[in-house]
């Protein structure tokens, strides 16, 4: 199965705004330039984890974004996890959200080195 495919068979389930932007994103011409992503529940992260290393082929750390149905800032921290620590991290990351966001999601994506953040929306008129 492919990161499209994986994405596609879990995104009639994905309930938060960020993580389907980010899927949506990837679909369009400027979404060339994003970094992979992949989705992963709550319950799946250390396996899907697991099966983003198996996929993309990289022995490098990785980056999980928190992805809340209902978005809190300061409450639940995207992180780097570390790809030779990762259960640790992943199961920690599991406990956090269970706790403050059950329908929230993760999204798996490969870590860049950025200087700056921005988002972008379209003007609305």
Do not use: Y
Request: charged share 25%; hydrophobic share 40%.
């Amino acid at each position: 199965m492919t990161i499209k495919e994986w994405n596609n068979a879990r995104k009639s389930s994905i309930r938060s705004q960020k993580a389907i932007g980010i899927l949506d994103l990837q679909t369009t011409l400027f979404g060339r330039n994003t970094p992979i992503s992949m989705v992963s529940s709550i319950d799946e992260l250390p396996h899907a984890l697991s099966q983003w290393r198996k996929k993309i082929g990289t022995k490098n750390d990785v980056f999980v974004r928190t992805c809340p149905v209902t978005p809190r800032h300061g409450v639940i921290d995207s992180e780097r996890v570390d790809v030779k620590n990762f259960l640790n991290q992943a199961w920690k990351m599991q406990r956090i959200m269970r706790e403050h966001e059950p329908d929230g999601c993760f999204v798996i994506q490969e870590l860049l080195d950025a200087h700056a953040s921005a988002v972008l929306s379209p003007l609305r008129q």
